[in-house]
């Protein structure tokens, strides 16, 4: 069974300073991996992925997330938090098959 | 652009009431999923399907039906609704051999 572990609830950072959503993850075989963004009362976008290939994946918005294989994590970061960068960020995974596992979640709090 | 659009943003319905949630893709994927979102939990995959008349249970398909008549529609129905169903729901569509799922707005369901 595959499963993603944000541990995480909540990140708060102030604008400006850099960002970083935690993600890892479980699964037998090469690990398809994606970080999604919620609004509020919206459903999910798309951020990016990592397939295969250099372990640093940019996305969209200036994010960018490092693969470790090692550790089984694929961390979300962002050099300069923007205050319209608040919202709730999923990390997903998938292996053989077409189903996505997600995680639990992480809200990101950027302050001015 | 992909769509995947959900007949509906918010609902109320009454306890024991038989629900129909709606979906549509415009973009001729093959896999279709119902996930429910509830806080602290990510997204749970309820049902999917992989092509027309063909569906898989998901991780909590309990209380819960789906329909794919058309390939571009998928339909979750809520048997007899009950007030622990009430929840944001999502669907999303796939190519297969596809990487990322492509999510509607989701639906909010409250049930009274």
């Known amino acids: 069974a595959q499963s993603v572990a944000q541990p995480e609830d909540q990140v708060n950072v102030a604008e400006g300073n850099p960002l970083t959503v935690k993600c890892t993850y479980s699964?037998?075989?090469?690990?398809?991996l994606f970080w999604y963004v919620q609004y509020p009362n919206r459903g999910l976008q798309f951020l990016l992925k990592y397939i295969t290939g250099d372990n640093l994946v940019k996305g969209s918005y200036g994010f960018e997330a490092e693969f470790n294989k090692s550790q089984t994590s694929f961390h979300l970061k962002k050099p300069s938090a923007l205050v319209s960068d608040s919202a709730l960020y999923f990390c997903a995974v998938k292996s053989a098959g077409n189903m996505l596992t997600f995680g639990g979640g992480t809200r990101l709090m950027v302050k001015p | 652009d992909v769509k995947v659009t959900q007949s509906s943003r918010y609902l109320v319905k009454r306890t024991g009431e038989k629900v129909f949630l709606e979906c549509v893709q415009d973009?001729?994927?093959?896999?279709m999923f119902w996930y429910r979102q509830d806080p602290g939990l990510g997204l749970r995959l309820i049902y999917f399907s992989y092509d027309v008349k063909m569906k898989e249970k998901g991780d909590i398909p309990e209380g819960y039906s789906v329909s794919r008549e058309k390939k571009e529609r998928f339909s979750l129905i809520l048997e007899s609704a009950s007030t622990n169903q009430t929840s944001m729901y999502l669907c999303?569509?796939?190519?297969?051999?596809?990487?990322?799922?492509?999510f509607g707005q989701g639906t909010r369901l409250t049930v009274v």
């Open positions: 999303a569509s796939s190519p297969v051999g596809g990487t990322e799922a492509f």
């Open positions: 699964v037998s075989g090469n690990p398809y």
């Open positions: 973009m001729d994927h093959e896999n």
